[in-house]
């Protein structure tokens, strides 16, 4: 489906004014972070990183506003210390963790992933941070554990989404995902305490948060509270408030389109963009590029039906 849909993304949300405004002190933060030295390694695309002002300007986190500017206006005072983490489920390691002893001794890496967001939108963000795989086996699920469950805080004195009225794009709270098993110990499933070489700042997820590079972005929980292993398959938060757009899988995959978006072409931020120019616009990878690390977890299934 190569029919392009520009009323899909409204300029306004494309190219937030700010963006533009400050572009020369974004790049020049974005510059400072490659200069500083990573070297590509075997995880990194070597696609041009997304400025860091937008990449923390414009995000979606329902808790703090369904506005792409509300995470950046309203999650500033957000306390992401001390912070608990609640481990639960089928495994050897159950228990309530302060966040600092749970990742204690893990090995921290930078790496540059691709991201895009179920929207039409893509990034490319650094993203500091340790393989989701290493935890897990520090936790020694059980045999029978198949799905990792996870679920962000619920705090709505300090997240205004999450208070009594406030229509949240008609998600119930605390934010809840999912992987399975395989999907979450698969190398390129990292949890994120960092980008750009620095700390999570509040509206990307803060203390720590998912990264999923071959799913939409919905998938990146953020704030992480809870980890739970089971055996059936958990219902995601979108899932339960649009079945028909989001399935558990979530795997970027071009050829299935969302109800309201088109997932064959994508808009990568901090590019130009106009309302007349889509051929700004790139087209979509199977898996967001990433088939060669994910595509044999998925062998045999039928996409469309599994979305
Ligand atoms: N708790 C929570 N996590 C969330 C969301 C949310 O609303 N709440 N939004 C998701 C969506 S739709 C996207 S695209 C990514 C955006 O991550 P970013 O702001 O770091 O780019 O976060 C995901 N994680
Ligand atoms: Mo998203």
Redesign the pocket.
């Known amino acids: 489906m190569l029919i392009k849909r520009p009323s899909d993304i409204p300029s306004s949300e494309i190219t937030p004014e700010n963006v533009y405004t400050n572009r020369r002190q974004f790049l020049q933060t974005s510059f400072a972070f490659l200069a500083a030295g990573q070297a590509r390694g075997p995880y990194d695309t070597t696609e041009p990183v997304t400025p860091y002002a937008d ?1 923390t300007s414009y ?5 703090f506003g369904t506005d792409k500017r509300h ?1 950046a206006r309203y999650a500033g005072s957000f306390k992401t210390k001390p912070w608990t983490v609640r481990v639960e489920g089928l495994v050897k390691k159950p228990a309530n963790y302060n966040l600092e002893d749970l990742i204690k001794g893990l090995t921290t890496e930078d790496r540059i992933y691709r ?1 895009r ?2 929207e039409g939108w893509s ?1 490319v963000i650094p993203w500091r941070g340790f393989p989701l795989a290493d935890l897990i086996k520090r936790l020694e699920p059980l045999p029978s554990a198949k799905y990792v469950e996870f679920k ?1 805080l619920h705090a709505p004195d300090q997240m205004r989404g999450q208070a009594p009225g406030f229509w949240a794009g008609g998600l119930n709270w605390p ?1 809840t995902e999912g992987l399975r098993l395989d999907e979450a110990t698969n190398p390129l499933t990292l949890i994120a305490t960092g980008i750009y070489g620095r700390t999570l700042p509040n ?3 803060a203390p720590w ?1 998912l990264v999923t590079p071959w799913k939409y ?2 998938k ?4 992480i509270v809870r980890m739970r292993f089971v055996e059936k398959q958990p219902i995601s938060s979108w899932m339960e408030a649009f079945p028909e757009a989001y399935g558990f899988y979530a795997n970027v995959n071009p050829s299935v389109d969302h109800p309201n978006f088109s997932q064959a072409t994508e808009q990568r931020l901090g590019e130009p963009w106009s309302l007349f120019a889509g051929n700004t616009r790139r087209a979509t990878l199977m898996f967001n590029g990433y088939a060669a690390q994910v595509a044999s977890m998925y062998r045999g299934m039928d996409l469309r039906r599994d979305y």
């Open positions: 990449a995000n979606n986190y329902y808790e995470p991201m967001c179920v990034m962000t934010y509206q990307n997820g948060r972005g919905f990146g929980i953020k704030a």
